[in-house]
């Protein structure tokens, strides 16, 4: 009889972009990083999804201007449910409002791998 081989699980993302061409490339960055990443266009799929697998949740990064919702709006309900969940709000604008403990801000112009070291340093506290 074999010993069962522990499975490792990789990080899991959820990504909220409205623009489908940015969540792609997230989507496809962050998952060549090694991070699972399940990506929606909107909020509510995002608060769907958080509301039926919260304990599968490591990471938020979302878009800071969505329909419907803001970034930090969505972040407000996904950290009522996970107090702990680190997020991250991406912006076109350069503009760094005050945010929660927890939270960090970058802007869309960064480089990808800004994005990676700081969902690295974030998951690395938790």
């Known amino acids: 009889m074999r010993n069962a081989v ?19 490339l997230l989507t496809e960055f962050l998952s060549s990083e090694g991070f699972e ?7 509510a799929e995002a608060l769907e999804h958080i509301r039926g697998w919260s304990d599968h949740v490591d990471l938020l990064v979302t878009d800071f201007y969505l329909p419907g919702m803001t970034g930090p709006e969505l972040a407000t309900f996904a950290t009522g449910l ?7 709000l991406l912006s076109a604008s350069d503009e760094r409002p005050p ?7 970058l802007s869309k112009s960064a480089p990808l791998s800004t994005l990676r070291s700081i969902i690295n340093g974030l998951l690395s506290r938790c």
Request: charge should be neutral; charged fraction near 20%.
């Open 6 to 24: 522990p499975t490792v699980s990789r990080p899991r993302i959820i990504c909220v972009e409205d623009d489908d061409s940015l969540r792609l």
């Open 37 to 43: 990443v399940l990506a929606f266009g909107s909020p």
């Open 82 to 88: 996970l107090p702990k969940l680190p997020v991250v």
């Open 99 to 105: 945010l929660p403990a927890g939270h960090v801000f």
